[in-house]
């Protein structure tokens, strides 16, 4: 009777670990937050290098989640947004997180060569930076300032539907050009837009 | 010879179909209520999105991701078209506490059209509509087409389409205020912890026993609400929900425009049109 009780009590708190465990993975807390530290992280870019977010203490840094799958993410590769920024500003530390679960470094190499792209892909396909961060659609852009601090969390412009072509709203390029002036960011938040993060269930 | 310039045809044509060759997710159809329009009547017509197995689009609020759909239609002179009226929708939840609204397997996006009180008898009217839409399953693709269809003019209106059109005008929603209310509802507000946030309460007491009562707020991209709770015992419902003012954004309007969707007795999916004041008076956007 009493092994039954031990066994019983021993089920009984797996599950409860199990159920705890489940609840984690799921709704990892999103600890990113405007006017706080970002949350580092220490991932492997598209050719197997580790790339911390605290190798660029001192430097600005623009974090962008991408999915070469998407078409919101193609049609700003075509158009040059994010590498005409990433150019334009060459003292900010560009990044780019690929957080679909079902890609590879192979798959971010090969973007990385079709738009030749000077900034690496860092691959987050278990999606714990993502989460960490709350990055909901691709695209969606991070920038912290020197000090570390999130300065602004958002959609890259105000152009969801690209209708705008050349007219569009840069949100990054507004943020990026007040943080150079020593002035503080306007907007600091807007809502993003793109297709969801494909992360695992 | 003319075989080569045929062949030529064919080669071109295949080529230049939209560039790469993606899966159409979606049907487009557009429709009347009537078969023929007569002068100075009130009409609807009504664009029928089929929507293939797993893919959805969005709502006129698409939540965390993804874009609208949009349907603008065209009329000529003196027809006046409402606005866009828009079936109740789902939400879906995905990994990473992302949140969309939309449609699945089909919407018929609709709109009261009122013709003018003279129309020349015999003439043809052509009605065209422009949609467009992302529609979502693991890949997203964006789509949309250009439709037209012409009604003849006539002496009396003949209807048409006529189930279609009532299945999908009941899954309109009502207006709170209306007699087809099925709640009454009182709201309050508090300055909310951050700067430029509200928290709301809204109460709903019902005349029916709702299943599966779920809340679609109408947001614009400069305004965030979050921490939505809906929970209901029996008759008596709460939604609360935190609203904030993007930095660096302006208010566009006084009302935040929200669904409150249900399913009734009979099964039906159900909806109420519910505006809630952001008052002058509590407003910290002023």
């Given amino acids: 009777m009493r092994k039954k009780l031990v066994l019983g009590a021993v089920l009984f708190i797996s599950l409860g670990v199990l159920l705890q465990i489940n609840t984690w993975s799921d709704e990892q807390a999103v600890t990113a937050h405007l006017a706080s530290a970002a949350p580092g992280f220490t991932l492997e870019d598209q050719s197997g290098s580790i790339v911390s977010l605290s190798d660029f203490g001192g430097k600005m840094v623009v974090l962008e989640w991408l999915n070469p799958d998407c078409p919101f993410v193609q049609r700003h590769y075509k158009a040059k947004t994010m590498t005409t920024l990433a150019e334009k500003y060459g003292d900010v530390v560009w990044i780019a997180i690929n957080s679909t679960h079902y890609m590879t470094k192979e798959d971010d190499k090969t973007w990385v060569e079709k738009y030749n792209l000077s900034y690496p892909i860092l691959d987050d396909n278990p999606g714990k930076v993502g989460r960490v961060y709350g990055a909901k659609t691709t695209p969606h852009m991070f920038i912290i300032d020197k000090s570390g601090i999130l300065v602004y969390q958002g959609a890259i412009d105000d152009d969801p539907g690209g209708s705008k072509k050349g007219n569009a709203l840069n949100y990054v390029n507004k943020a990026l050009e007040e943080i150079e002036a020593g002035r503080a960011v306007t907007v600091s938040q807007t809502k993003p837009y793109g297709c969801s993060v494909k992360y695992s269930n | ?286």
């Fill in chain 2, 1 to 286: 010879m003319h075989w080569l310039f045929v062949l030529l045809y064919l080669f071109t044509f295949t080529f230049s179909v939209r560039g790469e060759e993606l899966p159409k997710s979606v049907q487009a159809e557009l429709l009347a209520n009537v078969a023929k329009i007569k002068a100075g009547d009130a009409f609807m017509v009504g664009v029928l999105l089929k929507i293939d197995t797993g893919w959805h689009i969005y709502w006129k609020n698409s939540g965390d991701t993804g874009l609208p759909t949009s349907l603008s239609l065209t009329f000529p002179d003196g027809f006046r078209a409402g606005p866009v009226l828009w079936p109740v929708p789902v939400s879906f939840s995905r990994s990473g506490g992302i949140i969309d609204y939309g449609y699945e397997k089909s919407v018929m996006l609709l709109s009261e059209v009122e013709a003018p009180s003279k129309l020349s008898h015999g003439s043809a009217i052509p009605v065209n509509a422009e949609v467009s839409w992302v529609s979502c399953e693991e890949i997203c693709i964006p789509g949309g087409s250009n439709l037209e269809v012409t009604l003849p003019v006539g002496e009396s209106t003949q209807s048409a389409n006529e189930r279609l059109f009532n299945e999908w005008e009941k899954r309109l929603p009502v207006d709170a205020d209306s007699l087809n209310s099925p709640f009454l509802a009182r709201i309050k507000t508090n300055a909310g912890s951050q700067d430029k946030s509200l928290n709301f309460t809204i109460s709903l007491d019902w005349s029916l026993t709702p299943a599966d009562v779920e809340w679609f707020p109408v947001a614009g991209r400069f305004f965030d609400v979050r921490n939505i709770l809906v929970r209901t015992k029996g008759r008596q419902g709460i939604i609360t929900f935190t609203a904030q003012l993007l930095p660096g954004q302006n208010l566009h309007s006084n009302v935040l425009e929200t669904v409150v969707a249900y399913t009734n007795s009979k099964g039906e999916r159900s909806g109420v049109t519910l505006p809630i004041q952001l008052e002058k008076a509590n407003n910290p956007y002023n």
